[in-house]
């Protein structure tokens, strides 16, 4: 899409100097990713009962951009996505992968950790894998330098909801114990609850120790929280702070987490050379209640391509090159960070091309300039569900699930009951909650929107590559 002289001009004036400083010493690139982090959950998202002062911080310092969209509304695919930029059907990467799991990301994937070694960069990951948890899939195996965390969920385990009434020789058929990893070895084959009330604490301490080791550089740091999917667990130094109740303990521990990780990168004297980024993997888990976050005015949540389930906070923060305090309200994708640091940095792409585009421009100039992408494609496994483009989201017909009356409570799920939509247009700038449906007055976007979605479906279908196997 053409984009205004006048923004283009104002983007040449900002970058040179940034641009000599990469050409010098590239960017150091740290991603914090929560888990089931609803869109309204944080301070500047309007978050209610609980406070994110680092958060905050960042969004005062940074960038925030209000339509931040997953590549699909469940937790594996949507870090296949993050990592790869490209939609996770075109990889066969969908669902959440659970323990044992025969598949995974395949080999001849690059991921993020591989692009930035081009570079020479260190890179670790701390927090959640879920791109399967065989060690053949594992992060060591995948460009990563250093790994510790869970490999996928942390409500995989024998303690889940649904096998509490069994005797636990039947639970572990199901659910098998939850092992927490260092490198490529089980550390842990059996975490129990009070050590997942340390997990938030032992991924910062990692990230905090990684920065300090490696604050010459260049650098890339993957924080993945296993908070606030549940089972919810908050330490001791936060349980009972939030007004919310123990959901907001949770967040009010990944801020602090956020600004451990500031705080360590302002003390290495590294601050204006570090891009960072936070964001959530998909939308909030709205069956368990008061034990799950909040979309605010967006309707449905986590398992939907409604704005609920796909649109996710984040915030990006880089002194001296994204405008402080500034707001982006151009869509944007988790796809479109990999091709970014590839701009970014000056690293190739891999030769079977992303989906994902260069947004550098959004960080630069948020407010002043239109998206690379001419849309967006909201997947649900392998079904297209809707596409986003500019103000407009397109539904396509499909059957997708919604709460069955009151939510769950106290970690416990409430049902859902399956609804349908037909074909569906709606203007997001005026009806951010998918309210009224316009089709009928404007058949030109819906055939424009339509023909978009069935082509790249077509596309991606026709250009599809395999997940990796046992």
């Not at 692009?115 to 053949?136: I, N, P, R, S, Y």
């Not at 123990?246 to 990780?261: A, C, K, R």
Request: aromatic letters at 10%; proline letters at 8%.
């Amino acid at each position: 899409m053409k984009r205004p002289l006048s923004v283009l001009a104002a983007a040449v004036f900002l970058v040179p100097s940034a641009v000599r400083a990469q050409e010098q010493v590239p960017p150091n690139i740290v991603l914090i990713m929560t888990d089931d982090q609803g869109w309204a959950d944080t301070g500047k998202f309007g978050a209610t009962g609980f406070e994110t002062p680092n958060l905050d911080r960042m969004a005062d310092e940074g960038v925030r951009f209000t339509n931040w969209y997953v590549p699909q509304a469940v937790c594996g695919a949507s870090r296949a996505g993050l990592l790869t930029g490209c939609y996770p059907n075109r990889l066969h990467m969908l669902g959440a992968p659970g323990p044992k799991s025969r598949h995974g990301i395949n080999a001849d994937e690059m991921l993020l950790s591989e692009l930035v070694k081009q570079k020479g960069f260190a890179t670790a990951l701390f927090g959640k894998w879920h791109l399967g948890d065989a060690e053949k899939f594992l992060p060591l195996q995948h460009g990563f330098d250093e790994y510790f965390g869970l490999p996928y969920s942390n409500d995989m385990w024998p303690y889940h909801p649904d096998t509490r009434h069994l005797p636990m020789e039947e639970r572990i058929k199901r659910w098998p114990h939850l092992p927490l990893i260092e490198g490529n070895t089980i550390i842990k084959p059996e975490m129990t609850s009070e050590d997942q009330t340390q997990l938030t604490t032992q991924y910062t301490e990692h990230a905090v120790d990684f920065i300090r080791r490696k604050k010459d550089g260049p650098f890339f740091l993957y924080v993945a929280h296993s908070m606030p999917h549940v089972p919810l667990h908050v330490s001791e130094k936060f349980a009972g702070k939030s007004k919310q109740g123990l959901y907001g303990d949770v967040i009010m521990e990944i801020d602090w987490s956020v600004g451990q990780i500031l705080n360590a990168l302002k003390e290495a004297g590294i601050d204006g050379r570090t891009v960072v980024l936070f964001t959530s993997d998909n939308g909030p888990w709205l069956s368990y209640g008061n034990h799950a976050g909040s979309a605010g005015p967006l309707r449905e949540g986590k398992g939907t391509a409604w704005e609920g389930g796909q649109r996710v906070p984040c915030i990006a923060r880089w002194p001296g090159t994204i405008p402080a305090g500034s707001v982006c309200d151009t869509p944007a994708m988790h796809i479109d960070l990999f091709p970014t640091v590839a701009g970014l940095i000056g690293a190739k792409l891999p030769e079977h091309g992303v989906d994902g585009k260069d947004i550098r421009v959004l960080f630069e100039v948020p407010s002043s300039v239109t998206s690379p992408q001419e849309a967006y494609c909201f997947y649900w496994g392998d079904d297209l569900h809707a596409v986003r483009s500019g103000k407009w989201s397109l539904h396509f017909p499909h059957e997708y699930r919604s709460l069955k009356g009151e939510p769950g409570k106290d970690g416990i799920p409430g049902p859902y009951v399956q609804k349908k939509t037909g074909f569906a247009l709606y203007d997001l700038e005026s009806d951010i909650g998918q309210k009224v449906d316009v089709k009928d007055r404007y058949p030109e976007i819906v055939e424009k929107l339509k023909a978009f979605g069935e082509s790249y479906d077509k596309e991606i279908k026709a250009n599809s590559r395999p997940a990796g196997s046992l």
